[in-house]
Protein backbone atom coordinates (compact mmCIF):
# COMPACT_ATOMS: atom_id res chain seq x y z
CA UNK A 1 0.00 0.00 0.00
CA UNK A 2 1.58 3.15 -1.21
CA UNK A 3 -0.17 6.37 -1.26
CA UNK A 4 2.87 8.64 -1.83
CA UNK A 5 3.22 10.40 -5.07
CA UNK A 6 6.35 11.98 -5.03
CA UNK A 7 9.07 11.27 -7.40
CA UNK A 8 11.79 8.48 -6.66
CA UNK A 9 15.72 10.01 -5.88
CA UNK A 10 18.09 8.87 -8.57
CA UNK A 11 20.47 7.33 -6.14
CA UNK A 12 18.05 5.85 -4.38
CA UNK A 13 19.43 2.67 -2.26
CA UNK A 14 21.49 0.05 -3.07
CA UNK A 15 19.57 -3.32 -3.81
CA UNK A 16 20.99 -4.93 -0.91
CA UNK A 17 19.89 -2.38 1.53
CA UNK A 18 16.49 -1.96 -0.07
CA UNK A 19 16.10 -6.02 0.22
CA UNK A 20 16.22 -5.25 4.09
CA UNK A 21 14.45 -2.38 4.38
CA UNK A 22 11.56 -4.11 2.74
CA UNK A 23 11.75 -7.18 5.06
CA UNK A 24 11.58 -4.90 7.92
CA UNK A 25 8.77 -3.24 6.13
CA UNK A 26 7.03 -6.91 5.95
CA UNK A 27 8.07 -7.23 9.36
CA UNK A 28 6.10 -4.02 10.51
CA UNK A 29 3.24 -5.10 8.44
CA UNK A 30 3.10 -8.32 10.52
CA UNK A 31 3.23 -6.30 14.16
CA UNK A 32 0.67 -4.13 12.60
CA UNK A 33 -1.58 -6.91 11.98
CA UNK A 34 -1.02 -9.15 15.37
CA UNK A 35 -1.89 -6.02 17.04
CA UNK A 36 -5.00 -5.49 15.48
CA UNK A 37 -5.51 -8.98 16.83
CA UNK A 38 -4.96 -8.63 19.70
CA UNK A 39 -7.11 -8.34 22.82
CA UNK A 40 -5.77 -5.36 24.55
CA UNK A 41 -7.17 -1.71 23.04
CA UNK A 42 -4.53 0.25 23.34
CA UNK A 43 -2.15 -2.55 20.72
CA UNK A 44 -5.21 -1.94 18.76
CA UNK A 45 -5.32 1.87 18.88
CA UNK A 46 -1.93 2.00 18.10
CA UNK A 47 -1.32 -0.25 15.29
CA UNK A 48 -1.69 2.00 12.81
CA UNK A 49 1.74 3.49 13.54
CA UNK A 50 2.91 0.23 12.99
CA UNK A 51 1.57 0.19 9.64
CA UNK A 52 2.64 3.68 8.70
CA UNK A 53 6.39 2.47 10.10
CA UNK A 54 5.66 -0.22 7.68
CA UNK A 55 4.77 2.42 4.66
CA UNK A 56 7.69 4.70 5.63
CA UNK A 57 10.50 1.27 5.16
CA UNK A 58 8.84 0.39 1.87
CA UNK A 59 8.97 4.16 0.33
CA UNK A 60 12.56 4.28 1.26
CA UNK A 61 13.39 1.18 -0.10
CA UNK A 62 11.67 2.32 -3.26
CA UNK A 63 13.82 5.18 -3.39
CA UNK A 64 11.42 8.43 -2.53
CA UNK A 65 12.12 11.36 -0.69
CA UNK A 66 12.53 10.33 2.56
CA UNK A 67 12.06 13.69 4.19
CA UNK A 68 8.76 14.01 2.00
CA UNK A 69 7.35 10.49 3.18
CA UNK A 70 8.26 11.46 6.36
CA UNK A 71 6.22 14.44 6.61
CA UNK A 72 3.26 13.01 4.85
CA UNK A 73 3.21 9.66 7.57
CA UNK A 74 3.33 12.22 10.08
CA UNK A 75 0.69 14.30 9.11
CA UNK A 76 -1.41 10.99 8.42
CA UNK A 77 -0.44 9.90 12.33
CA UNK A 78 -1.53 13.51 13.52
CA UNK A 79 -4.76 13.25 11.73
CA UNK A 80 -5.80 9.38 13.09
CA UNK A 81 -4.24 10.47 16.48
CA UNK A 82 -6.76 13.42 16.22
CA UNK A 83 -9.93 11.56 15.50
CA UNK A 84 -9.29 8.73 17.88
CA UNK A 85 -8.84 11.28 21.12
CA UNK A 86 -12.15 12.68 20.10
CA UNK A 87 -13.35 9.33 20.10
CA UNK A 88 -12.02 8.63 23.64
CA UNK A 89 -13.18 12.24 24.98
CA UNK A 90 -16.80 11.32 23.23
CA UNK A 91 -17.49 8.05 25.46
CA UNK A 92 -19.16 7.35 28.34
CA UNK A 93 -17.77 8.32 31.91
CA UNK A 94 -17.37 5.50 34.36
CA UNK A 95 -19.70 6.25 37.43
CA UNK A 96 -18.00 4.58 40.01
CA UNK A 97 -14.94 3.06 41.70
CA UNK A 98 -11.30 4.41 41.31
CA UNK A 99 -11.46 5.38 37.93
CA UNK A 100 -14.32 7.41 37.82
CA UNK A 101 -14.92 10.65 35.05
CA UNK A 102 -12.67 8.57 33.33
CA UNK A 103 -13.39 7.72 29.63
CA UNK A 104 -14.57 4.01 29.12
CA UNK A 105 -12.02 3.64 26.49
CA UNK A 106 -9.17 6.16 27.95
CA UNK A 107 -6.82 2.86 27.23
CA UNK A 108 -7.33 3.72 23.33
CA UNK A 109 -6.19 7.47 23.86
CA UNK A 110 -2.66 7.65 21.64
CA UNK A 111 -0.38 10.66 21.34
CA UNK A 112 -0.26 12.82 18.85
CA UNK A 113 3.29 13.07 18.86
CA UNK A 114 4.05 9.19 18.99
CA UNK A 115 5.27 9.27 15.49
CA UNK A 116 8.13 11.41 16.36
CA UNK A 117 10.17 8.10 17.38
CA UNK A 118 8.94 6.45 14.11
CA UNK A 119 10.63 9.51 12.42
CA UNK A 120 13.80 8.96 14.35
CA UNK A 121 13.70 5.20 13.64
CA UNK A 122 12.99 6.05 9.83
CA UNK A 123 16.00 8.52 9.35
CA UNK A 124 18.52 5.59 11.02
CA UNK A 125 17.37 3.48 8.47
CA UNK A 126 18.44 5.53 5.52
CA UNK A 127 21.95 4.25 5.68
CA UNK A 128 22.70 0.90 5.12
CA UNK A 129 24.70 -0.50 8.25
CA UNK A 130 28.44 -1.33 8.17
CA UNK A 131 29.45 -4.47 6.19
CA UNK A 132 31.68 -7.17 8.73
CA UNK A 133 34.78 -5.70 7.48
CA UNK A 134 33.89 -2.51 8.35
CA UNK A 135 33.03 -1.19 4.70
CA UNK A 136 30.13 1.13 4.27
Known amino acids: ?????????????????????MEAARRYRDMEQAAYRSMSGADVAEAPLRGLTADGLACIAEGKDPEATILFLEVKWRVYATENNRKVEAAPRIKRGPSAGHSVISHRWVSPDAFQTVSVFLRSMLTPPPQPDGTP
Do not use: V
Not at 1 to 21: I, S, T, V
Open 1 to 21: MNMLEFDALPDGPKPAHAERL
